[in-house]
């Protein structure tokens, strides 16, 4: 199949994050290899989309939180990110001495997708007797991180997002979790009617590509 001259419209379904990690490389691919193709991403809303798979309107869905896939669809492990807590430089609790007790001290800011405030971080504190404040939860896994600067509230989130905003902002500071959790492991699923589509097997490639090239940059940076 000739990419090059290929018309077509693919549909992803991520969210802001995976969106900020894979566009602006894998845009630059396709109009390199094939510039007669679109793509648009719709966001996941916290669950997979199995509606938008089975009919049609979802190409690839990429995210770490798809549980009990039908087991018709194929699904592919990208990559997985550790957790990691972003603080401001001036924090007062946890800037000095990054201890549970301090981290408990401290305000909480969480990205919910389903509006649910209790996540992993609380089911873990939850284990052990504890608890934290959370005072906002938002959609967005970009916008709570400038919730927390200038402040001494928390964001626990993936690696790639602090070092991202680390790098971004100097006001940033990123640090090991206090908790002991699990990493995030990040995969796509796609319907068996695109299995053998040469056009999204290419862009299925790039993904993991693009991915495992920010998996070695997190690997890097310094916690």
């Not at 946890?94 to 408990?104: M, Q």
Request: proline share 5%; with cysteine; charged share 20%.
């Amino acid at each position: 199949d000739d990419l090059a001259s290929r018309t077509d419209t693919v549909q992803l379904y991520s969210t802001d994050f995976m969106e900020l990690m894979l566009l602006p490389r894998l845009v630059r691919r396709v109009q390199e290899v094939a510039p007669h193709v679109r793509i648009v991403v719709r966001n996941t809303t916290g669950e997979l989309p199995a509606k938008a798979l089975e009919n049609g309107d979802c190409d690839i869905a990429i995210a770490g939180f798809f549980d009990n896939l039908p087991s018709h669809l194929y699904r592919q492990a990208l990559s997985q990110f550790s957790f990691v807590v972003l603080s401001d430089r001036q924090n007062q609790y946890w800037g000095h001495n990054r201890t549970l007790t301090n981290f408990l001290r401290c305000k909480h800011v969480v990205t919910t997708l389903t509006g649910d405030l209790s996540g992993i971080i609380d089911k873990a504190l939850e284990k052990q007797g504890l608890r934290r404040e959370v005072i906002i939860g938002a959609s967005s896994f970009l916008t709570l991180p400038y919730v927390v600067k200038g402040s001494d509230m928390l964001l626990t989130c993936l690696k790639p997002i602090a070092v991202h905003m680390c790098a971004a902002e100097p006001a940033f500071d990123m640090h090991a979790s206090p908790l002991d959790i699990a990493p995030a492991r990040i995969e796509q699923v796609w319907h068996p009617r695109t299995q053998e589509d040469p056009l999204r097997q290419w862009l299925r490639g790039e993904i993991k590509h693009i991915l495992a090239e920010h998996a070695q940059t997190c690997a890097r940076a310094t916690e």
